[in-house]
C-alpha cells in the first residue's frame, strides 16, 4: 500500500460519513449515537494515516497480531485513538488483547469469558464487550447460536463477572441483513442491552435504521481488500 491511496481513503471516510448522518436523520437517531468503526484490517500504516488527519478517531482490527504490528505506534502519535477488535479472539491471545483493544466485539464462548475475565482483573483495564450472535446459525460462523443467547449473557454476568455492552452480528454473505439485524436488536433488548455492532460497508444504513450504534466500515472507506 502507498500513499497514492491517501486520497481515496479520505473520500471514502467523507461519503461513509455523508451517509451515516442521512441514516441517522432518516431514523431520527442523534449521529452521536452511532460510532463508525473504521475497519483497517490488511491496510498498513500509509493507508491509515491520512484517514486519522482526517479526524477519525475508532479503528477496527480483525487479527491480534497485526494490529500489535501495526496499531502501537501510531497510538503513540495519535492519542484518543481507540481500538476496536472485531474479529475472532482465541483465548491464548485474551491476555494481549485485553493490553490493547478499548472493544472487544466477539465474546462467543466461556473458554474466552474466562480468559478475559483474568486479564481485566489483572491488568486493571475494561475493555468493552460486545456478545456475537451467530444470527444465521452458519456452522463456520463464529457467536453464539440465538436460542442460547439469553442463557450465555447471562453466564457472561453471573458467571465470569463481565460487564457486557451489547450484542454484534455479522449477517450470512447471501441473506437480506434486515432480519439478522432485527433479531439482533431483539434479543439486545430483552436482555437489558444498549449498544448494537450491526453493519458494514454495503448495509450500514439499513443497520443504522434498525438501531445499529457501531457500524463496522472497511472498504467503503480504505477501498477494497
Ligand atoms: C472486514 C470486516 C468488516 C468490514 O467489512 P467491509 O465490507 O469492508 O466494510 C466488518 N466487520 C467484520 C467482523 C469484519 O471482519
Keep these: 500500500m502507498t500513499t497514492d491511496n491517501a486520497a481515496p481513503a479520505t473520500s471514502g471516510l ?4 455523508a451517509e451515516i448522518v442521512r441514516a441517522c436523520r432518516d431514523a431520527r437517531c442523534e449521529r452521536s449515537s452511532v460510532t463508525l ?6 491496510f ?23 494490529a500489535q504490528r501495526k496499531w502501537p505506534e501510531l497510538m503513540a502519535a495519535h492519542p484518543g485513538i481507540a481500538l476496536h477488535l472485531i474479529g475472532p479472539l482465541q483465548s491464548n491471545k485474551a491476555k494481549d488483547a485485553v493490553g490493547l483493544f ?15 475475565a ?27 447460536a440465538p436460542s442460547d443467547a ?22 450470512p454473505a447471501d441473506d437480506a441483513p434486515a432480519p439478522h439485524f432485527a433479531l ?6 430483552r436482555n437489558g442491552l444498549t449498544q448494537l455492532s450491526m453493519g458494514m460497508s454495503a448495509d450500514f444504513a439499513i443497520a443504522i435504521a434498525l438501531g445499529a450504534t457501531h ?8 477501498g477494497t481488500r
Design 150 to 171: 439469553d442463557a450465555f449473557i447471562a453466564a457472561c454476568r453471573d458467571t465470569y463477572g463481565l460487564t457486557i455492552s451489547g450484542l454484534m452480528c455479522i449477517p
Design 118 to 144: 483474568k486479564e481485566i482483573a489483572s491488568q486493571n483495564r475494561r475493555p468493552d464487550l460486545f456478545v456475537q450472535i451467530n444470527t444465521g446459525e452458519e456452522p463456520q460462523k463464529a457467536g453464539v
Design 37 to 42: 468503526v473504521a475497519v483497517s484490517k490488511t
Design 14 to 17: 467523507a461519503s461513509v460519513e
Design 215 to 222: 457500524v463496522r466500515v472497511g472498504s467503503a472507506i480504505f
Design 184 to 189: 439482533t436488536a431483539k434479543i439486545a433488548k
Design 44 to 66: 498498513d500504516t500509509d493507508a491509515i494515516a491520512p484517514v486519522i488527519a482526517a479526524g477519525q478517531q475508532v479503528f477496527g482490527e480483525n487479527r491480534v497480531q497485526e
Design 102 to 116: 478499548d472493544a472487544i466485539h466477539s465474546v462467543d464462548r466461556p473458554s474466552i469469558c474466562a480468559a478475559l
